[in-house]
């Protein structure tokens, strides 16, 4: 008797899921099968559909294993579903219960278990439906199948009277099995219903059996059949335990926390395959509970029905009704072992009656079950028959899409596995239902279930965490689904399957700009196909009796015998694992591949879209947002066997008197649920599933089209990229069109718009081959001829407003990117966009620039109208103040910088253009106005950069424009006084004020390419500043002296600089006009000496150009020099050597003054002779002026009278090397006097 206490029963389950083994002897009784007790097998039968409900349990059974002398039995048990409550409550019987009294329960929904109702009819083709309840499982399971035909299968060796026939199909590694009854399907259907294999069947199957009841075996619906099924449906119901006063709520179906997948937004917008396209037939009830068995190595997702039931001490057993007068035989035995096996079910409770009434119950372990006296068998023979016979079936059938006969007539030692869908095609059959059938006919039945399973399963694989792993399995499935599937009756899942295809090469998340894809080749994958021959090497040793059977039929059928699958299992399959190829392809290719993909889904919705439309009377072709007809909807409306009926209903009493009462049950009557499609996290609804999926491959083509743009713009194809751009955007807006909104409520993404910005950017930095560039946008491949036609078909492209085209020249292309660049950044919406405001800032800048360019490029023509000019200046102005305000915007105050120094260009041009040629007067006026106004934007962008660390280049340019604008204005101010409006002094003042500051920012220190110029331009200022200096020295302006000192030390600093540039003709004006300086200072003083001092300080500076004549004439006058230094050289010696070295300058000159033809050359050859001869004349001035101070000079000593005349001719000496009396070329002949003045001067007492 079982004990009920609460407690004790939840402790006991608990204990029971931990895991344990169960050790069977390997003891194998040799017994020949007998036949099955009839009551028996019926009960066996019933005990198989007995219960309908379970709730969800992730129950995990304990491994169970078989230990003998050599080998163990391994079994593993997880339930993925049920829809019953585990366990049930079990309720004992009294003894001598009537079980033929139905108890007041029967047939009633129970709220803590659902017992199957006998008769209903079992589900067909069960198979298809656990696979696409768990399609995770496919390719991961060896076996989808009944847990019946399992026991089945495994029963063969046992039951030589057996009848097999199972349809096989294989999905991956997996195989679907499924029970085809021959004598319902092609007995009883109609001569056209299976035509495919009733003909295969009757002249090949059935003529090769003597006698056809081998063959065409009925199902037993007996009387007696049919009462023991009540009798134990009755005895189930009755020994439900009834819990009064509690309440109770419904058991509602769960599914196992393994069998959640992480859920994709992008496989979820795909549509499911219907119902009735994923069965072969109409179905009946499900399982009560699908479990996932590992058996040995063997992994298996089947469907059961068994009741367990628990209580007290036995928290789980199996219930089974037995007759007292009929024993239990071996395959009774081996149904309740597989059963509770598979279920993972400790115990069996066995409950003996005589005639229906009860007479007791007994409890045996599952483990002792294939030990019974009247029952023995071998849990070994068990294994290796499994693992026979599923080896047999994966090494045979082989080809996916495939349908697969198995089958073994009764008394048959054979087992035959036919390729239906090679010899049915063979035999000029249609099977895959492509080709033309009879009138009225139909093909392969299994064909579309099964490319819709190959659909499903990819679908669930690609949301799965591990798709990026799987991509190569992903594709082979999705090919091989539509392969199998007609895309004109079947648009929506084939135009799905191109999407899923399309996204598996492209995906929907990757990055445009930095596309990475993996090149998965599913290497930790468990997804294979069997790869092997179907004939094998008849002589490798240790071949089995298996293989050798195996290998002798052909590749359309195989057979093994019944004896060779009881042979010891040695793991000896020959097959090869073959996997898939990877998606080892550049991203061109992907998107390629995903392109087509792309055209071709939209081509069959085109066509789909199109015959619906044609077969609906009265349609129209111009409706294109009218809702899709799917093929069920064309022709009269048919009840459907998955749907119920809809009833229209109206209520009693009407509030709306008005109503029409048709609209009403019109409204009612097949109303199906609103589609929508999820973009950017919100949800548009669309008209119809076409709508949908084209609005999905248009986002897809957007997508593609802009990874496209971006590769070919790294590349620098920017015509073709271009091109891509801008069927990116008719994508775009052909989906927008079919949501059925306005392009400012889905905008293009700033992606797209920025990319097209930089493309006419660059287009303008490689303006020179901009032919190639066009010849490359107006190139069509015929793909893009395709997908430009169905983009015309559901927009054209004159209704599309976007900004793409060839610009016809830099000023178009700078202003098309940066129309499309603040297009983007308006789409970006609140959040600042850095990069692209750089971007368009940058725009900005050289769009400005080319309108300054083009200004003055309009000023230099002859008769230019300004009010052009003006205009350019005006949009120059426009464009580099956004460029400010966006940099400043994004706080960049290196381009703010540049930005100010390109403004103050642009002042700076104006008020160069706004003097008239050839009337300059004083600088007054609009022109001061823009050069102050140029002073203040380089003043300000020096403000912003701040200091040179930042930005050495932009500070660098800065510096030297503002530097050149000072300059300018110093000059001009100084050669143009605005005496109309000033005093000189105060112009005077000012000049000095602007070129110090012009001369403060000139960096003559810093190595740069620009300190040369800077170096120049230091030396100019210094000669200007001492010219001014002078000119306020001359006319006694100030301090006198002051402003000599002030002339001479700018002029000292000019020729420093202009002797560092090796300048000779600035050289010579500076120490010349330092000399009329040292004049000027002559200008009443009446002391002769200090006179002639004065003039010794002039031949001093007169002296100090001799580099500057060196430079001019590049004499080789080392030799002479170093004569000249000695002090007690000849007078003959240093003339005789002179003379030689100016014969030489003077062959030097000549030759260059031939190679001098240059206009330029010439002009700068006189002024420099105009400044040679007034050097000549000065240093022959003071020679005369010193020569006649020398000789009116009265001595009082007699000592010095020698002294004096030696010094009056030494300078006598020098005033004839002055005189050029042999026609030297003046330079050379300035060298040479210049030089032996210079050896002879420092003798003189007046330089002392």
């Not at 965490?465 to 648009?491: F, V």
Request: charged share 25%.
């Amino acid at each position: 008797m079982l004990e009920y206490d609460e407690d004790e029963m939840l402790l006991t389950l608990e204990k029971s899921m931990e895991k344990r083994s169960m050790k069977f002897s390997n003891t194998a009784k040799s017994s020949e099968p007998g036949e099955a007790d009839a009551a028996s097998q019926d009960l066996v039968e019933e005990n198989k559909r007995t219960m309908e409900s379970f709730p969800i349990s992730d129950i995990k059974s304990e491994e169970m294993e078989s230990s003998s002398d050599d080998s163990e039995i391994h079994s593993f048990t997880v339930i993925k579903s049920t829809q019953v409550e585990f366990p049930v409550q079990f309720h004992e019987l009294q003894c001598n219960t009537d079980l033929k009294l139905p108890p007041s329960n029967w047939l009633q929904e129970h709220t803590m278990a659902k017992i199957p109702n006998i008769s209903q009819r079992r589900a067909d083709f069960s198979s298809f439906l656990m696979a696409h309840e768990f399609p995770d499982c496919i390719g991961e399971v060896d076996v989808v199948s009944d847990a019946e035909l399992i026991k089945k299968l495994l029963k063969i060796p046992y039951n030589p009277k057996a009848h097999v026939s199972m349809m096989i199909h294989r999905i991956g590694k997996t195989l679907l099995i499924d029970d085809f009854d021959i004598y319902k399907y092609l007995l009883r259907q109609s001569e056209m219903e299976w035509l495919w294999l009733r003909k295969f069947f009757f002249e090949h199957v059935l003529q090769s059996f003597a006698q056809k009841e081998r063959v065409l075996i009925r199902p037993n619906k007996s009387r007696d059949m049919v009462q023991s099924r009540s009798l134990l449906s009755k005895f189930l119901y009755h020994s439900i335990c009834q819990q009064d006063g509690k309440s109770e709520t419904e058991a509602q179906p769960r599914n196992s926390s393994m069998s959640m997948r992480r859920p994709s937004i992008m496989v979820s917008e795909v549509p499911e395959p219907t119902l009735e396209d994923q069965l072969p037939q109409s179905s009946g009830q499900a399982f009560t509970r699908n479990i996932l068995w590992t058996f040995e190595d063997l992994r298996m997702l089947i469907g059961t029905d068994l009741p367990i039931f628990g209580g007290g001490t036995h928290p789980c057993v199996s219930l089974r009704l037995r007759d007292t007068n009929k024993p239990i035989n071996i395959l009774t035995g081996i149904d309740y072992w597989l059963d509770n096996l598979m279920c993972n079910v400790p115990e069996v409770l066995m409950c003996y009656h005589l005639n229906g009434i009860v007479q007791k119950y007994e409890l045996l372990k599952t483990e002792d079950l294939p030990h019974m006296e009247d029952s023995p068998f071998s849990p070994r023979l068990i294994r290796d028959v499994a693992q026979n016979i599923l080896s047999f079936l994966k090494n045979k059938a082989t080809k996916e899409g495939h349908t697969y006969w198995l089958f073994k007539g009764k008394d048959d030692d054979i087992v035959k596995l036919y390729d239906l869908t090679s010899l049915c095609s063979e035999g000029g059959i249609t099977v895959d239902g492509s080709e033309e059938l009879p009138e009225n006919g139909e093909g392969n039945p299994f064909t579309v279930p099964v490319g819709m399973l190959f659909y499903r399963v990819a679908k669930n694989m690609k949301a799965s965490e591990e798709a990026h792993s799987k991509q190569a399995t992903i594709r082979a499935l999705l090919k091989n689904s539509l392969s199998l599937l007609d895309k004109h009756k079947y648009p929506q899942i084939v135009s799905s399957a191109h999407y899923l295809l399309s996204d598996l090469y492209m995906p929907q998340d990757i990055d445009p700009e930095s596309p990475h894809v993996s090149d998965c080749s599913d290497e930790e994958s468990e997804w294979s196909s069997v790869a092997s021959s179907d004939n094998e090497d008849s002589d490798s040793e240790g071949k089995s009796e298996v293989d050798a059977v195996a290998s002798a039929s052909g590749s359309s059928s195989s057979t093994i015998k019944v004896s060779s699958l009881c042979l010891p299992y040695r793991n000896r399959t020959r097959s090869e694992s073959y996997r898939p190829p990877p998606l080892q392809f550049s991203i061109e290719e992907r998107c390629k591949v995903a392109l087509e993909h792309v055209v071709a889904a939209l081509e069959v919705l085109q066509h789909s879209n199109n015959t619906d439309q044609s077969s609906v009377p009265g349609s129209s072709s111009t409706g294109r947002n009218s809702p899709v007809k799917s093929k069920e909807q064309v022709g009269p409306k048919m009840a459907k066997p998955f749907q119920p009926i809809p009833m229209p209903y109206s209520p009693l009493k009407k509030e709306n008197k008005n109503e029409d009462p048709v609209s009403t049950v019109q409204q009612s009557f097949g109303q199906e649920p609103q589609l929508t499609v999820s973009m950017f996290n919100q949800q548009y609804s669309v008209s119809s599933w076409s709508d949908k999926l084209s609005v999905l491959l248009l986002r897809k083509a957007a997508l593609v089209y802009l990874v496209m743009a971006y590769n070919t713009f790294r590349n620098n194809k920017y015509g073709l990229s271009l091109r891509y751009i801008r069927f990116c955007l008719h994508s775009w807006y052909g989906m927008i069109r079919l949501l059925g909104l306005n392009d400012n409520e889905l905008p293009v993404p700033s992606q797209t718009l920025s990319l097209a910005g930089d493309i006419y950017y660059m287009l303008v930095k490689a303006w020179s081959e901009i032919t190639i560039h066009i010849e490359d946008y107006n190139m069509e491949a015929e793909s893009q001829k395709e997908m430009l036609q169905l983009l015309e078909s559901i927009l054209p492209a004159q209704e599309c407003s976007w900004l793409i085209k060839v610009p016809c020249d830099i000023e178009e292309a700078l202003v098309l990117s940066s129309k499309v660049y603040q297009q983007a950044l308006d789409l970006s919406g609140a959040s600042v966009n850095t990069n692209l405001c750089k971007r368009l800032g940058n725009v900005y800048n050289e769009l400005g620039v080319n309108y300054m360019n083009q200004a003055s490029k309009l000023c230099n023509e002859a008769g230019v109208d300004m009010c052009g000019v003006e205009e350019l200046w005006k949009q120059s102005a426009t464009t580099l103040q956004n460029g400010i305000e966006l940099f400043t915007t994004i706080g960049d105050i290196v381009n703010v910088s540049l930005l100010h120094s390109n403004w103050g260009r642009l002042l700076r041009l104006c008020a160069f253009y706004t003097v008239p040629k050839g009337s300059r007067g004083e600088f007054k006026g609009q022109e001061r106005h823009y050069y102050n106004q140029a002073v203040k934007a380089y003043h300000k962008a020096l403000e912003v950069i701040k200091s040179r660390k930042k930005n050495p280049e932009v500070w660098d340019l800065v510096v030297w424009e503002f530097c050149t604008t000072l300059y300018t204005i110093g000059t001009l101010l100084q050669d143009n006084p605005p005496l109309s409006q000033q005093g000189q002094e105060e112009i005077d003042r000012e000049v000095i004020e602007v070129l110090s500051k012009a001369l403060k920012h000139c960096d003559v220190k810093t190595p740069s390419p620009r300190q040369p110029l800077y170096q120049y331009r230091a030396a100019v200022i210094h000669m200007r500043l001492a010219g001014l200096y002078h000119n306020m020295y001359r006319l006694r302006q100030g301090d006198a002296r002051n402003m000599r000192h002030l002339a001479e030390l700018n002029y000292s600093k000019a020729a420093q600089q202009f002797m560092q540039l090796e300048n000779p003709v600035d050289i010579l004006k500076v120490q010349l006009d330092q000399a009329v300086l040292v004049q000027d200072q002559m200008q009443g003083i009446l002391n002769q000496n200090a006179v002639a001092k004065l003039h010794c300080s002039i031949l001093n500076l007169l002296i100090e150009c001799q580099p500057a004549l060196q430079i001019i004439v590049k004499p080789k006058i080392e030799t002479c020099t170093q004569d000249a230094q000695n002090a007690n050289i000849s007078d003959k010696a240093v003339k005789s050597n002179l003379e030689k070295d100016i014969t030489e300058c003077q062959s030097n000159e000549k030759d260059e003054a031939g190679e001098v033809s240059s206009k330029d050359e010439e002009e700068m050859q006189a002024k420099l002779q105009a400044l040679l001869g007034v050097f000549e004349k000065k240093l022959q001035t003071s020679l005369k002026a010193l020569i006649k101070y020398q000789s009116g000079v009265k001595t009082p000593k007699k000592g010095s009278t020698n002294t004096q005349e030696n010094e009056l001719h030494t300078l006598k000496q020098m005033y004839s090397v002055s005189l050029n009396t042999r026609d030297l070329p003046l330079a050379s002949h300035l060298l040479a006097a210049v030089t032996i003045i210079g050896t002879l001067l420092p003798h003189l007492s007046l330089k002392k």
